[in-house]
């Protein structure tokens, strides 16, 4: 089973910028779908960017413009390169991976926006 390992999550003043990375034990092929979520207390875990397996990037208003979601195949690697950052992207962020037939997440990765 492949598992996910989310990294790269600290303290940011606002404005900022970080890099999430989350790291596959095994390759990632014949995907459906992957892509980054995030879940500050009490709120509902909510899409923050998409990637199709063909590569389209699909992003909500809050983040467009702001975030980028990539992936490295030879290292099996998928990031969130997160600009411009506010204290309302506050959040844990999760890294997600979905096949046809089943779906992988990773355990989480807390980012503090504050100053």
């Known amino acids: 089973q492949v598992q996910l390992v989310e990294s790269g999550g600290g303290l940011v003043r606002p404005g900022g910028s970080l890099r999430l990375s989350c790291a596959a034990s095994?390759?990632?092929?014949?995907?459906?779908?992957l892509g980054w979520y995030r879940q500050a207390p009490g709120k509902q875990r909510e899409l923050v960017a998409l990637?199709?397996?063909?590569?389209?990037?699909t992003y909500p208003d809050s983040v467009k413009g702001r975030f980028t979601i990539s992936r490295d195949n030879a290292k099996n690697t998928v990031y969130l390169q997160m600009d411009s950052l506010k204290p309302e992207d506050t959040a844990v962020y999760y890294c997600?991976?979905?096949?046809?037939?089943?779906?992988?997440w990773g355990q989480g990765t807390q980012v503090t926006v504050s100053s």
């Open positions: 997600n991976v979905n096949w046809i037939t089943h779906s992988v």
């Open positions: 095994g390759r990632i092929f014949s995907i459906y779908d």
């Open positions: 990637m199709s397996s063909s590569g389209v990037t």
